[in-house]
């Protein structure tokens, strides 16, 4: 199960050093650390807090663009692996003595893929009932969040996976 970040980590850190840009470096960060937690219908049923095991590398189109491509696992509400491909939107970002705040979505297809360790991510929830009607156990994932970066290279967000579950995270930034 742990083959996975490995990987991501592997491919964040080896990629873009393969790059001729060394300007290549700065597009790329790294999410982690997440905490979860879900407000309604909730009676300790959900794999919540920091069990999720979040992780994933997100690059910005070029270094002026407000979208960026996001790749990732994590273990979704019944505790089964699955893969999460996105695109994360900034709506807005501060300035002056605002400047380290930005308002962000994230767009992205969370479930199964054809590595095994995401084979059960449909088995239960949403998840499932996607499979039983596409053949495919996912669900699409619309968040929107703040975040904070009290440095160039640390920032934590908070915000709601639509309808209510609520997250805490961390982003890790190579600028």
Same mark, same amino acid.
């Given at each position: 199960? /742990?083959?996975?970040?490995?990987?991501?980590?592997?491919?964040? !850190?080896?990629?873009?050093?393969? +790059? @001729?840009? @060394? @300007?290549?470096? #700065?597009?790329?960060?790294? $999410?982690?650390?997440?905490?979860?937690?879900?407000?309604? %219908?909730?009676?300790?049923?959900?794999?919540?807090?920091?069990?999720?095991?979040?992780?994933?590398?997100? /690059?910005?189109?070029?270094? =002026?663009?407000?979208?960026?491509?996001?790749? *990732? !696992?994590?273990?979704? +509400?019944?505790?089964? /692996?699955?893969?999460?491909? *996105?695109?994360?939107?900034?709506?807005?970002? %501060? +300035?002056?003595? $605002?400047?380290?705040?930005?308002?962000?979505?994230?767009?992205?297809?969370?479930? =199964?893929?054809?590595?095994?360790?995401? &084979?059960?991510?449909?088995? =239960?929830?949403?998840?499932? !009932?996607? /499979?039983?009607?596409?053949?495919? *156990?996912? +669900?699409?994932?619309?968040?929107? %969040?703040?975040?904070? #970066?009290? !440095?160039?290279?640390? %920032?934590?967000?908070? *915000?709601?996976?639509?309808? &209510?579950?609520?997250?805490?995270?961390?982003?890790?930034?190579?600028?």
């Amino acid at each position: 199960m /742990r083959k996975m970040p490995n990987a991501l980590v592997f491919i964040a !850190t080896v990629v873009p050093a393969a +790059s @001729s840009y @060394s @300007s290549e470096l #700065n597009l790329y960060s790294v $999410n982690t650390g997440s905490f979860v937690y879900h407000m309604t %219908g909730n009676h300790g049923q959900y794999n919540e807090k920091f069990n999720n095991d979040f992780f994933s590398v997100e /690059r910005k189109f070029s270094a =002026e663009s407000k979208y960026s491509l996001l790749i *990732g !696992t994590m273990k979704n +509400s019944f505790a089964d /692996r699955c893969l999460t491909l *996105g695109v994360r939107r900034d709506w807005l970002q %501060g +300035s002056n003595h $605002n400047k380290g705040w930005t308002f962000k979505g994230i767009y992205a297809y969370t479930g =199964e893929f054809f590595f095994d360790a995401f &084979s059960h991510c449909g088995d =239960e929830g949403a998840y499932h !009932t996607a /499979r039983k009607i596409t053949g495919v *156990g996912f +669900s699409p994932y619309i968040y929107h %969040g703040l975040q904070y #970066n009290f !440095t160039d290279y640390f %920032g934590i967000e908070s *915000g709601i996976i639509l309808p &209510s579950i609520f997250v805490v995270s961390m982003q890790w930034s190579f600028r």
